[in-house]
């Protein structure tokens, strides 16, 4: 049962809920640093969102005590957008798999963040399906044997970082669970960050993944320096594509661009939310009319 295990905060759901996670699994401490973070920024559950697709990382804003949205199988970003675009105020996070946000959502990813709406993208990444048992992800590697893919994966995966860095994301960073600390540091960074955040988690699934595990990922991947400059797009695409060992840390930051939110006629002049302006039908007009 969740609860009674963790430390508890004002995010910690009031009564025990039947968690449905394997023992060990990497969403376990994922779901305690998120509550962390929020805890430490001091917000309101009322003033935060979360939005999920389908899959076993997508089940964790269930064990979060605020406002959430479970919806259909990669279709968070849009979702999100929208909670965004109605209410500027709302702290708006994704928390999903690889296989929901990389595959099923890959294509609202790649439109997300051209279009830059100022949520936060937490993707659980255990390289594998663990809803389905085991079948191959956009981030499973070539050649991993599956209980679907008998002979080994022939296809290559997807970098998410590589592709969000050449699409001029405002932040994108990647975290291992296997350090808890440096994990809440980057996932606060990334909420304070304005625009979209990209935060990709190696987190291992004990069951179906028995490769990619706790200490896999421990061996074959490294912090970057804490003083290089995150700015330089370039250097952060040559890390990115790095093989013997994956870096871990913030690859890309900036604050060139826009947020969908700014950019929005509706609130250029007033920046209060559309439910608080009253039920007239001009403004709400207005709004459509911005986006033709």
């Not at 995010?11 to 996670?21: A, R």
């Not at 959502?105 to 830059?116: C, P, Q, S």
């Not at 040559?238 to 929005?264: C, I, M, S």
Request: aromatic share 8%; glycine share 8%; hydrophobic share 35%.
């Amino acid at each position: 049962m969740i609860g009674s295990a963790h430390i508890k905060n004002n995010f910690t759901v009031p009564q025990s809920v039947e968690c449905q996670w394997c023992p060990g699994c990497g969403n376990f401490p994922i779901l305690q640093t998120i509550k962390n973070v929020l805890q430490e920024k001091n917000l309101a559950p009322q003033d935060v969102t979360f939005v999920s697709g389908v899959g076993q990382a997508a089940k964790l804003p269930q064990y979060i005590n605020c406002n959430y949205f479970n919806g259909l199988h990669g279709r968070a970003l849009p979702v999100a957008t929208g909670v965004k675009i109605a209410n500027p105020t709302q702290t708006v996070i994704v928390t999903s798999g690889d296989g929901d946000v990389y595959g099923e959502g890959g294509n609202h990813l790649i439109h997300a963040i051209r279009r830059n709406p100022d949520i936060t993208v937490i993707v659980h990444n255990n390289m594998i399906y663990g809803l389905t048992k085991g079948q191959a992800s956009p981030t499973t590697e070539e050649g991993t044997v599956t209980p679907t893919q008998p002979y080994g994966v022939i296809d290559m995966p997807i970098n998410p970082i590589a592709l969000a860095i050449s699409l001029d994301a405002p932040f994108v960073a990647r975290a291992s669970v296997g350090d808890p600390q440096k994990m809440q540091a980057i996932i606060a960074q990334a909420i304070d960050h304005k625009g979209f955040s990209l935060v990709d988690l190696f987190q291992p699934c004990v069951v179906f993944n028995k490769i990619n595990t706790y200490q896999w990922f421990k061996e074959h991947t490294y912090y970057m320096e804490d003083d290089r400059d995150v700015t330089d797009r370039v250097d952060a695409f040559r890390r990115a594509t790095e093989t013997d060992r994956l870096p871990l840390g913030v690859f890309y930051a900036h604050a060139k661009r826009k947020t969908f939110e700014e950019r929005v006629d509706f609130y250029k002049k007033d920046q209060r939310p559309m439910y608080l302006r009253g039920s007239n039908c001009v403004l709400r007009s207005a709004l459509v009319a911005s986006q033709k």
